[in-house]
């Protein structure tokens, strides 16, 4: 039986890269069936919702779900705010399809290590995954609210023992796939859940006995992530400092549009039920001029192989295929180049073959 993606194109270069992604992936299997819904401003377009019940339908019956980008100007003032694509579309989705584990990896391709904006400290270049708790946290903590006529507003942090153990056992997994070092940050020097995470990441790690592990506060973290982006493999934190640190460790590789996330739930036995996307946003200043780079969204696809369907070889097929693109010249105009997005595509096509 072949497997269901869930296909969320959204808005801006959304469309655009995620039919390249979709290209690459058929020409490595076809044991994938894709079904296109609607998300975001364009969602919010056509139906008046940015989050249609038909579209977390089709994602709850599918085994995967690739995600191009939602949002844009033109749906940031739409009242009340619940409407608007990112706090209507993207948190319910990943709260309803528990997808508590967003892994986002920061890497330089050696074709492209002149393009970091931050010289290489002590520990060479950066190669670190953000492994960030998805589903708790200020981002949904109750009461969010205003008092007194407006004139105060209120957003709260929870975590629970059981969200903040079940997304540390994901990063002590992740750090032994990889060099087996783990960073775990927080501010423990003043919040009450940093603490809360101190003590079960404690619990947790006492199974990693082969992990080296340590306690950063967030503000160090930030600093060293310029200071000496190598040290870092595996950095595990909540959900608003992991937003924070990726688009920091994003920036530091010098090339937001070539980084791929994986945001994942429990795994089920080899698999595990995904949503992929890349790690830009909607671009609505180059949409539909073809010339969004596709590489961040194919990488995700390489994810999705990888988790969601156990095809390790067929994920590290299409690896290699860019980077092969890479150092055969291939650059989008975010790398400096005028290769357009159909470019960029038939160059990792044409190392697949
Ligand atoms: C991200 C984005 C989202 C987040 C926004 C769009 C709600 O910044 O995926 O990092 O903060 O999680
Ligand atoms: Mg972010």
Request: aromatic residues 6%.
């Amino acid at each position: 039986m072949p497997f269901k993606v869930a296909v969320l194109p959204g808005d801006g270069i959304g469309p655009e890269v995620t039919t390249e992604a979709i290209q690459v992936l058929r020409s490595v299997t076809d044991e994938l069936e894709f079904d296109e819904c609607l998300i975001g401003g364009a969602a919010y377009d056509a139906v008046g919702k940015p989050l249609p019940e038909t579209t977390l339908k089709i994602c709850k019956e599918s085994n995967a779900v690739l995600l191009g980008a939602v949002g844009g100007p033109k749906w940031d003032k739409i009242e009340p705010p619940e409407l608007r694509p990112e706090v209507g579309a993207l948190l319910p989705l990943r709260r309803e399809l528990n997808l508590y584990a967003n892994l986002r990896p920061a890497r330089i391709f050696p074709a492209l290590i002149d393009a970091s904006p931050v010289r290489f400290g002590p520990s060479g270049p950066i190669d670190c995954i953000v492994v960030r708790e998805l589903t708790g946290g200020i981002y949904f903590g109750k009461p969010r609210e205003r008092r007194d006529n407006g004139e105060v507003a209120v957003d709260t942090c929870v975590y629970s023992k059981i969200e903040i153990r079940r997304i540390a056992r994901r990063g002590f997994e992740i750090a032994r796939q990889r060099r087996r070092k783990l960073h775990c940050v927080d501010k423990a020097n003043v919040l009450e859940t940093s603490r809360l995470w101190r003590e079960v990441v404690t619990e947790v790690a006492e199974g990693y006995q082969d992990v080296d592990w340590e306690f950063m506060l967030v503000d160090n973290c930030a600093m060293q992530l310029v200071r000496d982006p190598g040290q870092f493999d595996v950095i595990l934190t909540e959900n608003m400092f992991g937003d924070i640190l990726s688009d920091e460790a994003a920036q530091v590789t010098g090339s937001l549009g070539m980084l791929p996330s994986a945001s994942l739930s429990d795994p089920r036995g080899d698999n595990v039920f995904g949503m992929y996307e890349p790690a830009h946003g909607s671009a609505p200043d180059i949409a539909g001029q073809g010339i969004a780079n596709p590489i961040a969204t194919i990488l995700s696809a390489a994810m999705m192989l990888r988790f969601s369907f156990d095809m390790k070889e067929e994920a590290e097929a299409i690896e290699r295929a860019v980077s092969k693109a890479l150092d055969s010249g291939l650059r989008t105009l975010d790398l400096g180049g005028n290769a357009g997005t159909k470019d960029a595509t038939a160059a990792i096509l044409a190392n697949l073959a």
